[in-house]
């Protein structure tokens, strides 16, 4: 009964490859973030969706495009990978506006070789 | 530029230490406060938050923080530690009514039994 569930849990890819990783939530939430966490364990924001809508894109390469279907899902496809997107990327939810605490996903472990 | 700055990025210590970590945030106007705690291997976790009322905040496992507004600030602290507290600390912002939840770079805590 998982609050925010991705989905692979680990991804091994090569290069130029494309690849999708899935997000979904059952807590009703409105907003949707993707974060990228590389080795050094930063955590960067890279999109925010509230209600199916971009509102978040922060200098993040257009090889990534995100998908919302509906405000349950948020999906993350990254076209033409490279050495450098290897990181863990984490879906969260929150109430819109940030009013409560955003709940994470367990992560997917990307590695491109 | 809004920012959230946590210093002292690896903290090592002995059981029964005390522990505090500190977070400064550049965010005009109301904030939503929050500490997540990464253990190894796992997702973020809510530790605590603070959105108004008691400045002193307490969350799960002996953790509590302290808004203090006048200096931007929201440290986190825990009395006695154990060496299951070993795990990555980060302190997140949000403003009231925004959708941009911003995370600073972590604090890697390391307990020796």
């Known amino acids: 009964d998982t609050a925010v569930s991705q989905t692979p849990k680990y991804l091994v890819t090569q290069m130029g490859n494309d690849k999708s990783i899935k997000c979904e939530q059952n807590l009703g939430h409105d907003t949707m973030y993707w974060y990228k966490q590389d080795s050094k364990k930063f955590l960067k924001i890279m999109f925010s969706y509230n209600n199916k809508e971009l509102i978040i894109n922060e200098t993040v390469p257009n090889r990534f495009s995100p998908k919302s279907p509906d405000k349950a899902h948020l999906n993350l496809h990254i076209n033409s990978l490279e050495l450098g997107d290897s990181a863990v990327y984490f879906c969260a939810s929150s109430q819109q506006g940030g009013n409560t605490e955003a709940f994470f996903g367990q992560g997917t472990r990307l590695t491109v070789v | 530029a809004q920012s959230v700055s946590q210093h002292n990025h690896h903290v090592i210590l002995s059981e029964a230490a005390s522990l505090e970590l500190g977070c400064n945030y550049s965010?005009?106007?109301?904030?939503?406060l929050f500490w997540y705690v990464q253990y190894p291997g796992q997702h973020l976790q809510l530790l605590l938050k603070?959105?108004?009322?008691?400045?002193l905040v307490k969350g799960i496992k002996g953790f509590e923080a302290e808004f203090i507004k006048s200096k931007f600030s929201f440290n986190l602290r825990k009395p006695s530690v154990q060496w299951s507290d070993t795990a990555e600390y980060f302190c997140a912002v949000i403003s009231y009514g925004n959708n941009r939840l911003a995370f600073g770079k972590g604090n890697q805590v390391v307990v020796i039994p």
């Open positions: 603070y959105f108004s009322g008691d400045p």
């Open positions: 965010y005009g106007g109301t904030v939503n």
